[in-house]
């Protein structure tokens, strides 16, 4: 290695799953909305002209914050805002977390916050989920530098009631609390009902999933005005331009209409619940999933088989090749119809795979 080599940052980067595009394939690996934004997105959206952009955007994406605070009923010094939540979260892992003492996170969850934790050279320690997959809160007292949870949990889809998180909280009022909400709208109860009570507690969410708008990066962070403030200092010592003008504008009106989005919510809860039982009956277990995915094993055809089997068929999910969890594909709900055509693919791959047959296309 040569000199200056030596002193380059080393960082082992988190693998985004694959973001096939082209007409007819169905898409079910990275937990998207299959539905449009909101009317007034689409409509901001055509309005929007050119000439807006010349100038640089609010800084603080007041308009954005401010809708965000009176959706959530917070003030808007409780509020942060940030390009995605994992733009918010890796600036959250750099404000919080600077004790000697590990951070803690569970051993199967979301593998960008080990990434960080690298990147920023922070020590963490990630103790196992049980075999259900839940968290055992006993694991997070003591003395810790600061807690990371996602909940509901990625990839598993498990969601810890409130209590439980509140449990953990309360155990470690001497570190920042994180909670990744990604999924909190699919079913789960939020954490934000205990900012009252917590200062050192931080809610996280995405306008990726539930708001149909992966494409523009939104995401949010909640918290006491004290830890709002941290943020907020270290995000102007890195760069004061984060949000651009679209995402703002685009952001807000998302925001506005409640009623689109508890809507479409509904629609997806209602589908993964039918996928839930279409599954079941072609001999597929998962935990009780509070997403917009579920997380399931097959009881005799090997995840990685049915992955690939899948994949030639254009019907993209997503596997990991990791310790426990190596027997589980991750499916994001899409549509009724996107549903269908997985499920019924998968009832006949099945059925071949069980008499013995080869079975590759469906209009064979
Ligand atoms: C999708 C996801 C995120 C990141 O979402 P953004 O698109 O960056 O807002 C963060 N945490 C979890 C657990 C996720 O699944």
């Known amino acids: 290695m040569t000199a200056w080599e030596e002193n380059v940052r080393k960082a082992v980067p988190y693998v985004p799953g694959e973001q096939p595009r082209f007409d007819g394939m169905i898409k079910l690996n990275t937990n998207e909305n299959p539905y449009p934004p909101a009317p007034g997105v689409q409509k901001a959206l055509r309005e929007m002209e050119a000439g807006q952009l010349k100038l640089y955007p609010d800084p603080g994406a007041g308009m954005l914050v401010d809708a965000l605070a009176e959706y959530y009923q917070l003030g808007r010094d409780q509020i942060f805002v940030g390009v995605g939540s994992d733009d918010v979260l890796a600036m959250s892992f750099?404000?919080?977390?600077n004790s000697a003492k590990p951070v803690v996170f569970p051993d199967i969850t979301y593998s960008f916050y080990e990434v960080w934790a690298s990147l920023f050279r922070i020590p963490f320690r990630t103790p196992a989920l049980d075999e259900e997959f839940h968290i055992r809160k006993e694991d997070y007292y003591g003395e810790n530098g600061g807690i990371v949870i996602a909940n509901p949990n990625a990839p598993t889809s498990v969601c810890e009631g409130i209590e439980v998180i509140e449990d953990i909280i309360r155990h470690n009022p001497g570190c920042v609390v994180i909670v990744d909400e990604a999924y909190i709208d699919f079913g789960g109860v939020s954490a934000r009902s205990l900012l009252e009570t917590y200062d050192n507690l931080l809610v996280v969410q995405t306008f990726s999933k539930s708001r149909s708008l992966a494409g523009l990066r939104i995401g949010f962070a909640m918290g006491s005005s004290k830890l709002i403030a941290a943020l907020n200092n270290v995000k102007y010592s890195f760069n004061s331009y984060t949000m651009n003008l679209p995402s703002i504008i685009l952001g807000t009106e998302a925001v506005k209409d409640r009623e689109y989005f508890i809507e479409t919510t509904r629609r997806v809860i209602r589908t993964r619940e039918e996928a839930k039982r279409a599954l079941r009956a072609l001999g597929f277990t998962f935990p009780d999933s509070r997403t917009n995915f579920i997380f399931a094993r097959h009881e005799s055809i090997p995840a990685a088989q049915l992955f690939a089997a899948l994949r030639k068929q254009n019907i993209f999910v997503r596997y990991f090749d990791?310790?426990?969890?190596?027997?589980?594909?991750?499916?994001?709900?899409?549509?009724?119809?996107?549903?269908?055509?997985?499920?019924?693919?998968?009832?006949?791959?099945?059925?071949?795979?069980?008499e013995g047959r080869e079975y590759e296309n469906l209009s064979d």
């Open 322 to 354: 990791k310790p426990r969890i190596d027997q589980y594909l991750r499916i994001t709900v899409g549509t009724d119809e996107q549903m269908k055509k997985l499920t019924d693919y998968l009832k006949a791959y099945i059925s071949a795979q069980t």
């Open 94 to 97: 750099l404000t919080f977390f």
